[in-house]
């Protein structure tokens, strides 16, 4: 293999990467452990998950839900405990990317790469929510790495165990998040587009490969068959290819427009830029791609072209791309690097430190984001333990209850987090009031409020979402009581309660699931 598939590097640039991934580490976790900022609901599903730990969950794989699980066998139930393995798994993938730069390119590279990736804005906010993706990141790092070991490799049994170590790590990549897949993408394109590629694999090495990948991923997949495949189900139906306005224009251009927000307008540039020479070069003057940039650009551009067209059929959250960043950040540092454009390189991590910096500031000091008019991003992460306390107050006030239903999944995780002890306590189970005729998300399916337990039920009706339907599945119904929660200074969540006695739902209309009008 070529002198640039193997390892080279510099010690002091080797700790320049361990410093500055220690001080990233280091400053976000001191952040998550002074922020104000509450869990936002995900993450209390995800801390619910984890006290029940399993092979798979509704909505996602199980690796997020075994990490808080560790974490907060560490350190017990406190936000930054449940938050505290982002941050951990997001300064693994940051050293991971100084390994494969150094690998492909040369330290420097390395170094330059490491800062692209720790300082990406996107990278920021992934570091300190309790989320898939910076375990996704992490494990995805972790399969390049071994994939560009296993293509230098010389001795057939060295390149048998990092086969296996491939496999293994893509397996536990999918069990963060199947946007995992993007990596099978890459590595089919690169099989198909490089001859060195393919050279590298034998049978006996694709087979170790694959076994390691099938025995790590087999019990989700058995889970998934015993759960009716909910978790994939749930993944499918995030296309939203259904039910809404197709071919959006307007959509993917804000999905393209949102990505110099995550990965930063300089890298995005200079990736757009790249690509843009490289065509070039390949069609008009029929020069050779080199064969690190095309390794690169295979796990770089699936992710980044299918979300977009993604984003163009339907929708696409901003996020969706980010299994190819890890990748591109490479990429684009040894362009930087190859092009002697060490003024945008510099000015590219100055930029995104200096947004760093303001996020760390921000999320110990929300006020701050608040009078950069962001407030709105950050709603979901304030007021549910005023909420949760709203409504076991009232729990309190009544007699007899035989449960709590909430009809909105974002109440029932948060007043499950942080009406934890008090529900406890209380003794009523809280429940999800089903709107259709069958559970549409994890709450509804885990927790649904059943006729066994509606004898003498308090109703919570989020922003007073379809309570007039609410109240209509009892013979009886009473004592409304509205609240609120103050947010921000312009912002309000408003809750609706009532005591329902003998539930009685009516039936649902069989096509659309809603209850039928009498």
């Known amino acids: 293999m070529p002198q640039s598939l193997r390892p080279q590097g510099a010690a002091p640039d080797l700790r320049a990467a361990i410093l500055l991934t220690a001080a990233l580490t280091l400053a976000r976790l001191a952040a998550l452990f002074a922020t104000p900022l509450e869990l936002y609901p995900d993450e209390a599903q995800y801390w619910l998950w984890s006290r029940s730990l399993d092979f798979g969950y509704y909505s996602k794989p199980p690796m997020i839900a075994w990490a808080i699980w560790a974490s907060t066998q560490i350190g017990g139930d406190a936000e930054a405990w449940i938050r505290a393995p982002a941050a951990l798994f997001q300064a693994g993938a940051t050293l991971l990317t100084f390994l494969i730069g150094r690998r492909l390119f040369d330290a420097p590279t390395g170094l330059a790469a490491a800062a692209l990736y720790g300082l990406m804005p996107g990278v920021q906010l992934s570091a300190l929510v309790a989320a898939t993706d910076a375990p996704l990141l992490f494990f995805l790092g972790l399969s390049l790495l071994a994939y560009t070991a296993f293509l230098s490799a010389a001795e057939p049994r060295q390149r048998r165990l990092l086969a296996a170590g491939l496999g293994a790590s893509l397996g536990l990549a999918f069990l963060s998040k199947y946007a995992a897949v993007y990596f099978g993408v890459g590595l089919a394109l690169h099989l198909a587009l490089s001859r060195e590629a393919r050279s590298a694999w034998t049978p006996a090495s694709a087979a170790v490969a694959t076994l390691a990948l099938t025995a790590v991923l087999a019990p989700n997949l058995a889970w998934n068959a015993t759960h009716g495949f909910a978790t994939f189900q749930h993944t499918a139906a995030n296309?939203?290819?259904?039910?809404?306005?197709?071919?959006?224009?307007?959509?993917?251009?804000?999905?393209?427009?949102?990505?110099?927000?995550?990965?930063?307008?300089?890298?995005?540039?200079?990736?757009?830029?790249?690509?843009?020479?490289?065509?070039?070069?390949?069609?008009?003057?029929?020069?050779?791609?080199?064969?690190?940039?095309?390794?690169?650009?295979?796990?770089?551009?699936?992710?980044?072209?299918?979300?977009?067209?993604?984003?163009?059929?339907?929708?696409?959250?901003?996020?969706?791309?980010?299994?190819?960043?890890?990748?591109?950040?490479?990429?684009?540092?040894?362009?930087?690097?190859?092009?002697?454009?060490?003024?945008?390189?510099?000015?590219?991590?100055?930029?995104?430190?200096?947004?760093?910096?303001?996020?760390?500031?921000?999320?110990?000091?929300?006020?701050?984001?608040?009078?950069?008019?962001?407030?709105?991003?950050?709603?979901?992460?304030?007021?549910?333990?005023?909420?949760?306390?709203?409504?076991?107050?009232?729990?309190?006030?009544?007699?007899?209850?035989?449960?709590?239903?909430?009809?909105?999944?974002?109440?029932?995780y948060a007043t499950a987090y942080y009406g934890r002890d008090r529900l406890a306590e209380r003794g009523a189970p809280l429940t999800s009031w089903l709107l259709m005729e069958g559970p549409r998300n994890q709450a509804e399916t885990a927790a649904p409020l059943t006729d066994d337990l509606g004898a003498r039920v308090l109703m919570v009706s989020y922003e007073g979402w379809r309570r007039a339907e609410m109240q209509a599945d009892f013979a009886h119904a009473s004592g409304l009581e509205i609240g609120s929660v103050r947010l921000d200074a312009k912002r309000k969540r408003r809750i609706e309660m009532f005591v329902g006695e003998d539930f009685a739902p009516r039936p649902r209309d069989p096509v659309s699931g809603l209850p039928i009008r009498p």
């Open 239 to 412: 296309a939203a290819w259904s039910g809404v306005r197709l071919f959006n224009i307007g959509e993917m251009g804000a999905f393209l427009g949102s990505q110099f927000g995550v990965f930063g307008p300089i890298p995005l540039g200079a990736l757009i830029v790249g690509v843009g020479l490289l065509v070039r070069e390949r069609v008009i003057r029929r020069r050779a791609i080199r064969r690190e940039d095309l390794l690169l650009l295979c796990f770089t551009l699936p992710p980044l072209l299918i979300v977009t067209g993604q984003a163009f059929i339907s929708r696409a959250n901003a996020n969706w791309s980010g299994a190819g960043y890890l990748a591109g950040s490479v990429l684009v540092a040894a362009w930087l690097m190859r092009w002697r454009a060490r003024l945008w390189l510099r000015a590219a991590v100055a930029i995104q430190a200096g947004v760093a910096a303001f996020f760390l500031a921000a999320v110990i000091s929300p006020a701050l984001a608040d009078k950069a008019g962001l407030a709105n991003g950050l709603k979901r992460a304030r007021g549910w333990s005023d909420t949760a306390d709203l409504i076991l107050d009232r729990a309190w006030r009544e007699p007899g209850l035989t449960a709590i239903a909430v009809n909105n999944r974002f109440l029932f």
